[in-house]
């Protein structure tokens, strides 16, 4: 994986150094609020509902194990031992000092980790497909392009104050596990004409109070071309987009106001200028970055590559290899899913006991790899066949073992009212109510894969409107409110859930759930999985047995 | 829910991010406990007017006024406030007293 | 308001003329765009050098076949969050190559002045009580920059001329 050269270094430490003197600034009064603002929000510092919090930045969800303890020593030194992996690839800790800030930035840059553009109005922390360099079926390695956006987004002079936050994914799958159509910009790495990787650009995909799947604006880029093309969609965006309403700021309410094919010219007649003033990265540098994401070496010992490996008579570990292990793309190999999503848990949260430990274990079993999803679970990336299951023992163990990856238990859930200034209601609790309820494993594989997404606001951090079943937090008239979407998707076959009827309390949702999930056991086909089902029959059936009079 | 006035001022504090609760000798206390209980607009202006001192003075960022119950002005009147007031409620464990 | 440059306060003689406002001679004068627009080739009378001062949302390729003849150009910002003057700055020095001054006059903050001069801003007219030392101080604190096609020390270039270490 990438590792910084001594300039990489040197632009994290200078931030830390920047950041300090912005701190001693605020706290001395020299920077009023108004205007440190901003300048921490560049740095992923908040002010939440009962501290400072901070997110940082896990660039395209990869970590090494000795990052991994620097997050875990963080999360004890300066916060009350835990944190939470968002849907971002990022981590937050939510009992911040301000006055500790830039210590934590510098204990962050001993690891080549920073939090710099996690938040404010700038292009956020790059995410990629968590299978990324290991995905049987990816086109190249999608961190190659992240990493090279990581760094082109640093610091960008022109894009620092934009009109609104400005995220990007990049996917190399045909199964699209970034949710790279619901980005302001999302990235697939295709195959043009000649078989070679080039990139399709959609552009104006997002959640929020309006939500959009993005069109595709730019099919096959071609892959020397990348840093113009967006230098002039973000120049587009930067001068058009709206900034007298901060509800219609974002890059997808000007692409849906000028019409794609509009936008597209826009950004085209751009493109032809910024394609020809020396934007693009020079190709030795693309192979210098390219390096770092070569493949590790793999053992192909006889017992990894057997069918039959150890401990596949225990029903237990074979669930867990069905819902948490995928092809890997070298022969012996697994990838794993460390569930975060403990029955009655909080989706997303560990501790500094599991972070450690999750990261001893990417150390014994997974060339010492750690991958954060945006779906607020840990993978580790390259495990032997062979040594799986004494992984799932040690797992099982540290209580990281649950067999729930994909399934109904498998919750994306914002922080919710509980820590977040912006929310309406809380998200945890029902998604620990509803974890509660579908307990039993046997019950959730029997359901099979069904994605369940809250949020606490319309913001819609908790991606409810992907969700194939998204629950929205709202305050109606000081009583916490939910409503229920059925229908949508982040993958591949993205769709934005629609909204099913009146909403519910906080227990009527749990109910209306398992409502949900009992009238499409009863109405699937063999083999049929609840995004198929719902997209055959439609919202009809959900409804009529939810709001049936009794 | 008495609909008599009563309200409390609220901020953070600038160095940490504390909740704290304006005083009537103009200080930020962690408890609702010493917190000054505005009865009428006047009062409540004349509090923001110390809150506003304290953002000047660095003390403080975003004060607000919240309602509390006027029988127990330590109960703020909404959920947010109550979850600011004692921590998130999903971790009983990390609650802050009252 | 004072006017700085990279290296602290300068003298401004730049004379701010009003729409109604005669031309004087013998001295350089900022003008509205209106202005320009309005009087045409007799906003150019005389010899002294033309400033015109635009806001954030002007659309700069207007200035395009003018710019030969104009010595500054100072942009506005709506606020200090009003981000299109780095593009604005972008396009003048990049695209159409003004070679003139370029001043930011209004809103704007200490931390962002570092953004502005690479974005090639080169003279700053701020408000009262704008910390000038801050601002000072902050130009220093980068020494490249990863963004190619600018005018600074580039992090990609420097790379493949002379290869460096890494540290951790």
């Known amino acids: ?550 | 829910m008495s609909k008599e006035f009563a309200k409390i001022i609220t901020a953070n504090r600038l160095q940490d991010g504390a909740v704290v609760f304006l005083t009537s000798e103009g200080a930020w206390a962690e408890s609702t406990q010493a917190a000054a209980v505005a009865r009428t607009p006047d009062d409540e202006t004349r509090l923001l007017t110390l809150a506003a001192a304290s953002v000047k003075a660095c003390r403080v960022v975003d004060p607000n006024a919240i309602d509390v119950s006027a029988l127990n002005t330590r109960e703020p009147a909404r959920l947010r406030e109550r979850i600011r007031q004692v921590g998130p409620t999903v971790r009983p464990d990390l609650a802050r007293a009252i | 308001m004072p006017v700085f440059d990279a290296s602290g306060l300068v003298d401004d003689h730049w004379i701010v003329l009003g729409d109604a406002d005669p031309l004087p001679a013998g001295a350089p004068v900022l003008l509205t765009w209106e202005r320009i627009a309005r009087d045409g080739e007799a906003a150019f009378a005389g010899r002294d050098p033309r400033g015109v001062a635009i806001s954030s949302d002007f659309d700069v390729a207007k200035l395009l076949p003018l710019l030969p003849r104009i010595g500054l150009v100072v942009v506005k910002p709506a606020n200090f969050k009003d981000g299109r003057v780095f593009s604005v700055g972008r396009l003048l020095r990049q695209r159409y190559g003004f070679n003139g001054d370029l001043r930011i006059q209004g809103e704007f903050i200490p931390d962002q002045v570092p953004f502005l001069v690479r974005c090639g801003y080169s003279s700053f007219e701020a408000a009262p009580g704008f910390d000038l030392d801050a601002a000072l101080r902050l130009l220093k604190v980068f020494a490249f920059n990863y963004q190619t096609g600018l005018a600074d020390k580039n992090i990609f270039a420097l790379r493949h001329n002379q290869p460096a270490a890494g540290r951790a």
Request: one cysteine or more.
């Open chain 1, 1 to 550: 994986m990438y590792q910084y050269d001594a300039y990489d270094q040197a632009m994290v430490d200078t931030r830390v150094a920047e950041f300090r003197d912005q701190v001693a600034r605020r706290l001395s009064g020299a920077l009023s609020e108004e205007h440190f603002r901003p300048l921490r929000l560049l740095n992923g510092l908040y002010l939440q509902l009962h501290a400072y919090m901070l997110r940082v930045a896990i660039p395209y969800g990869t970590l090494t194990s000795r990052q991994m303890r620097t997050l875990a020593d963080i999360a004890e030194k300066y916060d009350r031992g835990y944190g939470h992996f968002t849907t971002r690839q990022n981590i937050q800790y939510n009992w911040i000092k301000l006055e500790q800030a830039p210590d934590i930035l510098a204990d962050l840059a001993a690891v080549q980790m920073h939090a710099i553009q996690t938040s404010g109005n700038v292009i956020r922390n790059v995410t990629a497909d968590h299978f990324a360099g290991v995905a049987k079926d990816e086109v190249e390695d999608p961190r190659i392009a992240a990493e090279i956006i990581r760094q082109w987004s640093t610091f960008h002079p022109e894009f620092s104050f934009l009109p609104r936050k400005f995220k990007i994914a990049v996917t190399a799958d045909t199964k699209d596990r970034a949710a790279v159509k619901f980005h302001d910009i999302g990235i697939a790495i295709v195959k043009d004409a000649k078989g070679a990787p080039a990139y399709d650009v959609y552009v104006g995909g997002g959640m929020g109070r309006t939500p959009f799947v993005a069109p595709l604006i730019k099919s096959k880029l071609p892959k020397t071309e990348l840093l113009s093309y967006l230098d002039a969609t973000l120049r587009v965006y930067n001068r058009y987009g709206r900034r007298d309403n901060i509800y219609k700021a974002r890059i997808k309410i000007l692409v849906d106001a000028l019409g794609p094919e509009e936008f597209a010219r826009q950004v085209e007649d751009e493109w032809q200028l910024t394609r020809q003033e020396h934007i693009n990265l020079p190709p030795e540098e693309e192979a210098r970055i390219r390096a770092f994401f070569a493949p590790p070496a793999y053992t192909t010992e006889a017992a990894d590559l057997a069918a039959n490996m150890p401990g596949t008579n225990d029903p237990a570990f074979r669930a867990w290899l069905s819902t948490n292990t995928h092809a890997h793309k070298a022969a012996g190999y697994s990838i794993v899913t460390i569930s975060l999503k403990p029955i009655g848990g909080i989706p997303g949260d560990a501790s500094t006991a599991e972070m450690n430990r999750v990261a001893d274990l990417a150390d014994t079993y997974s060339l010492g790899e750690i991958r954060v999803t945006h779906e607020q679970n840990l993978i580790l990336p390259h495990v032997r066949r062979s040594q799986l299951h004494a992984l799932w023992t040690e797992l099982k163990t540290a209580g990281l073992a649950v067999a729930n990856a994909g399934l109904v238990t498998d919750i994306i859930a914002c922080p919710g009212l509980d820590y977040c200034a912006l929310a309406n209601a809380r998200s945890i609790p029902i998604a620990q109510r509803i974890s509660e309820r579908f307990a039993d494993l046997d019950r959730q594989h029997s359901v099979g894969e069904l994605k369940i997404k809250i949020s606490g606001c319309i913001n819609a951090c908790g991606h409810h409107h992907a969700g194939h079943i998204g629950i929205l937090g709202v305050d109606r008239k000081g009583e916490e409110f939910y409503q229920i979407l059925l229908g949508g998707s982040g993958a591949e076959d993205a769709s934005i859930g629609t909204i099913l009827g009146p909403g519910f309390s906080a227990d009527g949702v749990v109910d209306a759930v398992e409502t949900i999930v009992n009238t499409y056991v009863d109405l699937r086909q063999p083999g049929e999985p609840f995004l198929a089902a719902v997209r055959r029959v439609g919202n009809g059936p959900f409804k009529e047995r939810l709001y049936a009079r009794v």
